[in-house]
């Protein structure tokens, strides 16, 4: 079966995440993704490799990258595997900006991070939301959607609750539920966790 994705004009991260859902959706077979910049093809090669998947990349004079993945036997039980593994993994969001450059950037990436984790199976056990990450959690965030999203596929969402008290927030908390250090800690120590902000 051949399959092809156009993800011409699209952003980081989501070439590489149309790439994986079709790669995901494929018993056997070929993908190709065709992107228009050389940091989308980085990273959907990127995306081959990772999965243990062999590809090759053409280039048109217009300066278009079709990426060409193969996907044989084997794989899918590979995929699988890595589906049991992340069943405990926790998320732990510090902040509502992602890194310490400037403040505008940090927040696309974060709305970036986020949206990357509800479109890319397995899904975290929890999210934990601490300090101005619980910002994200409450009215007017530009992640609301995909966190409600997150909580239908059945991820844990909890806000730190001295956090929501600190920023006057706790009635504006729109999405998840509200936690304390000791639920946060307890969460982390029993799980692989990812710290963000």
């Known amino acids: 079966?051949?399959?092809?994705?156009?993800?011409?004009?699209?952003?980081?991260?989501k070439p590489v995440i149309m790439t994986k859902k079709a790669l995901d959706n494929l018993e056997k077979g070929t993908i190709t993704t065709i992107v228009d910049n050389e940091v989308a093809?980085?990273?959907?090669?990127?995306?081959?490799?990772?999965?243990?998947?062999?590809f090759r990349?053409?280039?048109?004079?217009?300066?278009?990258?079709?990426?060409?993945?193969?996907?044989?036997e084997g794989v899918v039980e590979a995929i699988n595997d890595e589906i049991n593994l992340s069943k405990d993994l926790t998320?732990?969001?510090?902040?509502?900006?992602?890194?310490?450059?400037e403040e505008e950037l940090g927040k696309i990436l974060m709305?970036?991070?986020?949206?990357?984790?509800?479109?890319?199976a397995p899904y975290p056990a929890n999210i934990l939301f601490y300090n101005t990450g619980v910002y994200l959690t409450c009215e007017g965030s530009p992640v609301l959607d995909e966190l409600?999203?997150?909580?239908?596929?059945?991820?844990?969402?909890?806000?730190?609750?001295?956090?929501?008290?600190?920023y006057h927030l706790k009635e504006k908390l729109e999405v998840?539920?509200?936690?304390?250090?000791?639920?946060?800690?307890?969460?982390?120590?029993?799980?692989?966790?990812i710290n963000i902000g």
Do not use: W
């Open 176 to 193: 998840g539920g509200v936690s304390n250090m000791y639920s946060i800690y307890e969460k982390m120590k029993n799980a692989n966790t």
């Open 148 to 166: 409600k999203e997150l909580i239908e596929e059945g991820v844990e969402i909890q806000s730190c609750g001295t956090c929501l008290d600190y």
């Open 111 to 120: 709305k970036s991070f986020i949206y990357t984790v509800k479109e890319t």
């Open 57 to 72: 990349v053409s280039q048109t004079k217009d300066n278009e990258f079709y990426i060409h993945i193969n996907k044989g």
């Open 1 to 13: 079966m051949m399959k092809e994705i156009d993800a011409r004009g699209e952003l980081c991260p």
């Open 41 to 54: 093809k980085e990273n959907v090669s990127k995306l081959a490799t990772s999965m243990g998947l062999e």
């Open 91 to 101: 998320i732990a969001i510090g902040s509502n900006k992602m890194g310490n450059g």
